[in-house]
T-cell receptor, first 116, second 110 residues
Framework: GAVVSQHPSRVICKSGTSVKIECRSL??????MFWYRQFPKQSLMLMAT?????????EQGVEKDKFLINHASLTLSTLTVTSAHPEDSSFYIC????????????FGPGTRLTVL | QKEVEQNSGPLSVPEGAIASLNCTYS??????FFWYRQYSGKSPELIMS????GDKEDGRFTAQLNKASQYVSLLIRDSQPSDSATYLC??????????FGTGTRLKVLA
């Protein structure tokens, strides 16, 4: 149990385009999903916390108009990187919390974004 | 600024030895602690969580927590080359968020 999927696994796009990344909890309902970004040889940095049916809470320094998060259902959250630039190239990983009684997070496989 | 610190390594141990990974955290009020393993190019996978002082064992892995010293560790017994990865310590903060350490790279030498 507690399987999280992400799509796509890898995307290459031109500068200025927008990219949407999907995060799905496959065998549970996720009340909370988290979006992280990881640059090479660095740790995971939390970008935002996403709760179903409400606006995401962004971490300090993360532009909410650039990184649009939608959590429309208990099994799906999306991250859209708008007007992507080369400095947005990174490994984007989502995670989900399985229930209201646990703070354990299960991670998706990640999406490698390369902006040319 | 709440911090989680780990030695970046690499920590090299021979196959079959015990690998000891350490993590310290700054927030004395932290209540939940997690160890994740991350292979290169992959996302983290949960090894174990620990909430109470003392040891928690799961197979070859033992997590140790000392809240008074603000210290959590992970022991890997009978280390295998397949254990070679980066081990991330995460500390729960606030509303179910984590603060991650920078990770310790472990190399198990065959």
């Amino acid at each position: 149990g507690a399987v999280v999927s992400q799509h796509p696994s890898r995307v290459i796009c031109k500068s200025g385009t927008s990219v949407k990344i999907e995060c799905r909890s496959l065998d549970f309902q996720a009340t909370t999903m988290f979006w992280y970004r990881q640059f090479p040889k660095q740790s995971l940095m939390l970008m935002a916390t996403s709760n179903e049916g409400s606006k995401a809470t962004y971490e300090q320094g993360v532009e909410k108009d650039k990184f649009l998060i939608n959590h429309a259902s208990l099994t799906l959250s999306t991250l859209t990187v708008t007007s992507a630039h080369p400095e947005d190239s990174s490994f984007y990983i989502c995670s989900a919390r399985t229930s209201a009684n646990t703070d354990t997070q299960y991670f998706g496989p990640g999406t490698r974004l390369t902006v040319l | 600024q709440k911090e989680v610190e780990q030695n970046s390594g690499p920590l090299s141990v021979p196959e079959g030895a015990i690998a000891s990974l350490n993590c310290t955290y700054s927030d004395r009020g932290s209540q939940s602690f997690f160890w994740y393993r991350q292979y290169s190019g992959k996302s983290p996978e949960l090894i174990m969580s620990i909430y109470s002082n003392g040891d928690k064992e799961d197979g070859r892995f033992t997590a140790q927590l000392n809240k008074a010293s603000q210290y959590v560790s992970l022991l890997i017994r009978d280390s295998q080359p397949s254990d070679s990865a980066t081990y991330l310590c995460a500390v729960g903060e606030g509303t179910y968020k984590y603060i991650f350490g920078t990770g310790t790279r472990l190399k198990v030498l065959a």
